[in-house]
Every structure is written in structure tokens, then in C-alpha cells.
């Protein structure tokens, strides 16, 4: 029979233990070991069974296992111990307001906050709002902004069914399932009206339809996550499954997702704002492009109040970050012109020209499509502070977006980068960190004093990775039952998992989402050569391998077929699995029970992956293409560089090399030195023989400790949000702050000089240029008088730089470089000597030779004005000759 009406029926708990409903809801739990066990020990098979939610567990609990709770002394005592913990986490001064923010604040001593935009939030596998990197780093963003009291907002959506469950079929082929989530059974509250009522944000849609959302808020630490919902009566069948699924539907659906999380996720800001009385944002970060028209909305915003476009714009600039972390334009949302003009003409920005809108995402660049809107060219447009993740990440997008900035080299495009990290205390395993607490102290643990892990004995570091691999195969086998299960197999077919995996053994781990540049099939090119591995009587390996794919990308799941088809052959799937529904509760385990990471996408299309990032911080090497985070951290001594083929081979050609190169490390260098088999040659710098007398590879072990010691600051998520703060989050605060005083003088003013220098640049003109000095044989040292002639036309010596830019001089044209290309550059800035007349200026330095060689210089006139970010940010440059 179905039920006629339906309604959540909310847990009451005894007020002795009424703080276990706080705890719940604010998913600090899920990286607080203390509050964490709290819970599991409520009912230890339940939490099991309730795949660890808090929420879940105690609305199983009855009436009567509520009273017990509540008259258990210890229980109360641990939950009011907890609760004046998560009080004191809440409202103690962390490092932004001690270390940075208080001491050097003055007036600003309470700033507004930062909102950080994203599709996707991984926080934990409770709250199923991820499918893979990027949602899981901006839960890490959150997590670490709560524990160093960034005064960080998140804005998101919320999916009725998240991503997708993924299973396989009994021919190893993927499939998706998508339960609906509730809400209501959710850590989440709902954002109310004063009277009660569900707080709306409301869009208008073409044909006259109305999107309206409900916006829910879960508690990450001290950051509230705003994620907006259009599965709410008031709206149509359409309208209401435009957030059913992350990344789901085609088109228009995926329009009007980031129409809803960019322009609504500004106006649920600005609900949430009015109903808790926080400020207003005063920085607005947009985690990719999908976000970007939270930018038109704040547009719209200003000129609404009276602003004109080039003030309303110069405005929303100033406070503005955006993070790029595609490096493959096929890796970019486009949307169809048409469609988006559509969707304006509807009065989403009635004050915003629609023209304007269109530009901003304009691919009017060489070899741009026009007939697409690029959301991560007008996030760029939209942001006039700009970041990769990863330092090759940085000079990959300065080389794929060159195009914005016509004239300018590759290497002075305003990108600059940030390389990601990942919040240890999420992903230190409960085992290592509560060793490392027992041996040196919360503080130092809470310190990250990683070079403490030298102090650390050998056989204690080895027995505690052989307990993490213990931890693993168990996990691994149960799953693996679970996974043959529904593949349709019997029990009587199930009996060799119970020996799947062998606690002695090297143990290799690759999961990640399954896009075709990753590879997940590289290590089976030689498949001779792995089995051969795998079953090496002495010396095996074996591995873990999870990924999903996208439920559209045939390719992608043909390589989970061809993987899953190697793994069920009954000769080696004791040493090789493939785990379906990777997901963090299943990473939790994973990463610190692999001994090696291995990564081998195609260089350089990993923008940073933090995966390996989480095994090194619990004590496993790296085995990697030298891309993304890697390309910059790895030191020779921290894991191994798989060696990267030339980018002119074919793709199938380059395969090859890179399999044969990740065979022979495996054989050659991981498997004698894992298992302390190395003779002295072998060894190399690292010392004598590593043949183990006690059974333990003391020569792996040095690795993992230099691992660990020297990687673990550098890993840190806690370090990456520091640097988001000091390098793009308080310039764009004061920036904006500047620019909006005083009823927006400043961006008045600075939105006219713009205007005015960019009509003028059209005029401008480097004349001639002479230089005086140079001797028939010029010396390093010689001084060299430069000259330039320039025609400002109408423009001001103070609204430009006339630079000398100088440096090593190619002589043959090579792959990106131009014959008589400069590399290498030094910039001299020239002043002004001489007002010639009729808008002619003389401009002289003096420039020092500073190199043997080919040598040479130009000039360039680029504009000039302190609240500029970048000198290249206008994208207008006058060049001699």
C-alpha cells in the first residue's frame, strides 16, 4: 500500500544527551577523531551498518536506547565533553584572526566574508555532492578555512541524487544508479523566513516559467555550505529536476544549473545575509567556470543602484578570484551562444545589456569558435585575480589562454598559481595520527610538526604500515563479496575472496575518475609482463584500482570493462581488484593502506591531483608521470618518476614507452627495495646493501620518513588556503574595498581612465627607437642608452609604461619560439625625458648587458594605473618594429 502523506519525523533526545544533535549536524565530526568515536561507540554495529552517519544512527535509536543513552554517566560526560569542544573550536581565535588578520587589521578588524563558489562540495560520504577532484578539493578548501578561521562561505548545489552509485555487470560493464537522496535525513538545515516558511531565491526562465530554489546550509566546522535546491513545489516537473544530478542532462539543463549556482548562489548570499545578519561577501572565488554568472549578478546588482556597465564591471573585478583547473579546452563548459542569449532576453540581468553578457564569453580570439559562450573565458574576464593549481598547472593555462591576451608572451599572461594541497586531518588515518599523538603530543600533531616522524623507529613504522595494509585487504575483501554479489554471482563462486590480497605484500593503489587521459589501462599494455609481476613467486605486487566514469563517456567505461576483465581472470584476481563506487569512505581506507601510489595520466593534462598527496601524508610513496603536483614536489628521493615520453610520438607509441619505463621501475627499483633485496649497486645513494637481516626494508623506510618530512607542510591544505589568503583573498578584499568607498568613487574614476586609455591605446605608437653605447664588441657589463620615440597621441606619460625588454635572442626558429624571439626577459622601465610636441614623448634608460651571447632588446608601451592587478590585465600592449 503507498502511503497517502508523507513527513520527516525529526529525533528527540533527552536533554542529557541533547548535544549529540549539534554534533551531528555540524560535520566537524567527520575529520574529529574524539566526536567520531563518540558515535560509533553509541552502537559500534549499527554505525557500521549506517555507513558511519551520525543523522542516520540516531534516528535508528528507540525511546528506550535513547533513555539508556541518556542515563549512561560516561556517554553524558563524553557528550558534554564533546560539545564544549565543538563550542570552543567554534568561537576561539584561530591563525587568520592571531597570526594575520588581527595584528595588522587595524579598523578591518572584522572582515567580511569569502565566498567560495563551487559545483560540486566532498566533505564526506554522508553528503554525496561530489563525483571526483574538485569537489573533494573544495571540501578540503572549506574544512581548512574553518580550522584556520577563514571567515570562508561555501555555494553550492544540492542534487537529489548526487552523482551516481556505480556497479558492475556480470560482463564487467558499468552501470549507474541514482538514489534519491532526502534532505530532511540529511546534516542539513533549511534556510526559513521569520514567519517559517522555506526561504526562495527565484530566476526568470524563457517563455515566462519562474525557477524558484530552497537553500539548505550544512555546517562545515565554522563555514556554513549554502546549496540551493529546485526540487520545490512552487516550481514545474522541469524546473524542479534541474538540480537532480551533478553534471546530468545536456544543454539547457546544465545552463540553468550554473545560472542557478552562479546568479542564485549570489542571491541566496544575500537571503542568508538579511536572516543571520552576517555581511554581505566582500571576496567572491569561483572554483572553475561553472559559477562564472555569479559575476553578471553582482553586475546587475550595482547597476541597478545607478552604476554604469564599465563602473558596475571594474567593481565586480576588484573582488573577484577565479581558479582554472582544466588543462584541455575540451575540459571547459561551452554553452551555445544562442541558447545563453536566450536565457538573458528572459530578464535574468534586465540592466545588464545582453551584448555585454555574450562578450564576456566570447572565444573572439585565433582559432575561438563564435558560436559558443566559454564559461572559463568569462571567468577570466569576470576575475581580475587568476589561478592554476599546481605551478606546471599555471604555465599550462598561461599557454591555453594566451589568446586573451594577444601581444603578450605566454609566460606574462595574469595567471598565476596555487598549488592544491589536502586537509590532513580529514585524510591521516585515525592510526597514525593517534600514534603520533601518543609519541609526541596533540600540539605537535596539531603543529604539523612532520619532521618528527624521524624519530620514529624503524620496526614501529613498519608494523604500523602493515597494520594500515591489514585494514585495507580486510576492506578490500568485504567489498569485493559485495561487488561479486551483485554482479550475479553465488556464494559457492565466492570463496577465493576470503584469500583476495595477502597482508606481505607490496601494495599498489590507482583511483581516480576514468577519463580517457588518465589512462587506467596503461599498466595493462603488456599484460604478460604484469601477470608475470603479480605472480612472481618470491617478490609479487598487487593492486587496488577503483575509478568512475562518466555515464556518458563510452570510452571510459570501456576501460573499467577491459581492467575488470583482467582482474576476474581466476590467475591473478588474488593479486588484482577492481573496487566499484569509489568514493571518500572507501579512500579513507584505500590511500593509507597502499605502500605505492601509482598516477600515469598524459603529461600535462593532471592539473595538480591530490590523490598521492593523501598517501604520502600516512606513509606511501609516490610512483608517478612527473605532471601536475608531482612535476614540483618530486625530489628523487620522495618516489619515483615515471619518464615521459616525446609529445611528437604517436599516442599509441608514446603508451609503450611509458608502460615499458613503469614495468622497469617496478622490477628494477620499487620491488627489491620494498622488499629489501637491493644489492649495494642497486642502492646507490642511499647507502650499503638493503638486504634485511630483520625482515624489514629499512632503505624503503628512509624514503617514506624523507616522505613524509619534507612533503608534509607542502601537502597541507591548511598551506594552500594561506596562500589563497595572502596572494588572492585579502588583495581582492582591499581592491574591492578601494574601489566601492565613497559611493564607488574610485571605480568611477578608474572605469573612465579605462575607457579613456582604451580608446586612446588604438593611436599609440612606438615611433623609433636608437641606443647609444654599444661598442663593435660588446661586453658583459657595457651600458647601453636606450631611446624610445613614442606617439601617446592623447594619452598621458602617467597612463603608460614604456618598457625595454631584453634578454637572450633564439636564432632558429623552435617549436613555440620565432626566429629572433626573446627568452629570458628582463624588463627595464623607461622614463620620460623630453615632451616633443603633438602628443610625441621621449622615453630613455639605461640598460646593462648582462649576458654572453645572443642578445637582445625591444620596447613595448603597455597602460599604466595602480589598481591594476597585472600590466597585461587590459590585454593591450604597443610593440616596436
Known sequence: ?????????????????????????????????????????????????????????????????????????????????????????????RWFQQDYWGPSAGADAVPRPIAYFSPEFGITAVLPQYSGGLGILAGDHLKSASDLGVPVIGVGLLYQSGYFKQSLSRDAWQMETYPVLD????????????????ALVTLPLPAGRTLHAQVWRADVGRVPLLLLDSNVPANDDTARSITDRLYGGEGDQRLQQELLLGMG???????????????????????????????IERIEELMNEGLDWETA?????????????????????????????QFFRAGLAPNVPVENVLALGAEDYRGGNPSVHNMAVMGLRLGQRANGVAKLHGAVSREMFKGLWPGFDADEVPISSITNGVHAPTWVSDTVSARAIELFGASAVAGHDWQRVFDVPDEELWEMRRTLRRALIADVRARLRSSWRKRGASEAELAWTDAALDENVMTIGFARRVPTYKRLTLMLRDP????????????????????????????????????????????????????????????????????????????????????????????????????????????????????????????????????????????????PRFYGAESSDQAGAAGPSAASTDGIPHQWLAMVKHTMATLGPAMSADRMVQDYVQDLYRPAAEAGRLLDADDYARAREFAAWKTR??????????????????????????????????????????????????????????????????????????????DLGDGRWQFTGALVIDRSGAFGYSVRVLPQHELLASPAEMALVVNAG
Open 528 to 671: 604478460a609482463r604484469l601477470k608475470r609481476l603479480l605472480t612472481d613467486p618470491e617478490h609479487p605486487v598487487q593492486l587496488v584500482v577503483a575509478g568512475k566514469s562518466h555515464p556518458a563517456d563510452e570510452q571510459g567505461k570501456l576501460m573499467i570493462q577491459q581492467m575488470v576483465r583482467f582482474t576476474d581472470d581466476p590467475e591473478v584476481r588474488h593479486r588484482i581488484v577492481f573496487l566499484p563506487n569509489y568514493d571518500i569512505q572507501m579512500a579513507s581506507t584505500l590511500m593509507p593502506g597502499c605502500d605505492v601510489w601509482l598516477n600515469n595520466p598524459l603529461r600535462p593534462l593532471e592539473a595538480c591531483g591530490t590523490s598521492g598527496m593523501k598517501v604520502a601524508m600516512n606513509g606511501g610513496l609516490n610512483l608517478s608521470v612527473l605532471d601536475g603536483w608531482w612535476d614540483e614536489m618530486y625530489d628523487g628521493e620522495n618516489g619515483w618518476a615515471i619518464p615521459t615520453a616525446s609529445s611528437a610520438a604517436s599516442s599509441e607509441e608514446r603508451d609503450d614507452v611509458e608502460a615499458a619505463a613503469l614495468y622497469d621501475l617496478l622490477e628494477k627499483e620499487l620491488v
Open 313 to 341: 564591471l571594474s567593481s565586480v573585478r576588484a573582488s573577484t578570484v577565479f581558479t582554472t583547473h582544466t588543462p584541455v579546452p575540451a575540459g571547459i563548459d561551452r554553452f551555445d551562444r544562442a541558447l545563453v542569449e
Open 265 to 295: 548562489g549570489v542571491r541566496a548570499l544575500r537571503l542568508h545575509a538579511r536572516l543571520t545578519g552576517t555581511g554581505v561577501p566582500s571576496v567572491y572565488h569561483t572554483n572553475e567556470g561553472h559559477a562564472g554568472f555569479q559575476g
Open 1 to 93: 500500500m503507498k502511503a497517502i502523506r508523507r513527513f520527516t519525523v525529526r529525533t528527540h533526545l533527552p536533554e542529557s544527551i541533547a548535544g549529540l544533535s549539534r554534533l551531528a549536524t555540524n560535520l566537524r565530526w567527520s575529520w574529529h577523531p574524539e566526536t567520531k568515536n563518540l558515535f560509533r561507540d553509541l552502537d559500534p554495529q549499527a554505525w557500521a551498518e549506517l555507513n558511519q552517519d551520525p543523522v542516520a544512527l540516531l534516528g535508528s535509536f528507540d525511546r528506550q536506547r535513547l533513555a539508556e543513552l541518556a542515563a549512561d554517566a560516561s556517554i553524558v560526560a563524553r557528550v558534554q565533553e564533546a560539545t564544549a569542544d565543538l563550542d570552543e573550536y567554534l568561537t576561539q581565535d
Open 757 to 834: 586609455v582604451r580608446d586612446g591605446f588604438r593611436s599609440v605608437v612606438v615611433e623609433h627607437v636608437d641606443s647609444l653605447g654599444v661598442s663593435e664588441e660588446p661586453q658583459v657589463g657595457d651600458e647601453l642608452q636606450v631611446s624610445a620615440y613614442v606617439n601617446l597621441d592623447g594619452l598621458s606619460p602617467k597612463d603608460v609604461s614604456v618598457q625595454a625588454v631584453y634578454g637572450r635572442v633564439t636564432t632558429k626558429p623552435s617549436g613555440a619560439y620565432e626566429e629572433d624571439g626573446l627568452l629570458d626577459t628582463d624588463i627595464l622601465e623607461l622614463a620620460p625625458a623630453q
Open 183 to 198: 534532505p530532511d535525513n540529511l546534516p542539513l538545515t533549511l534556510l526559513k523566513e521569520p514567519d517559517g516558511s522555506a
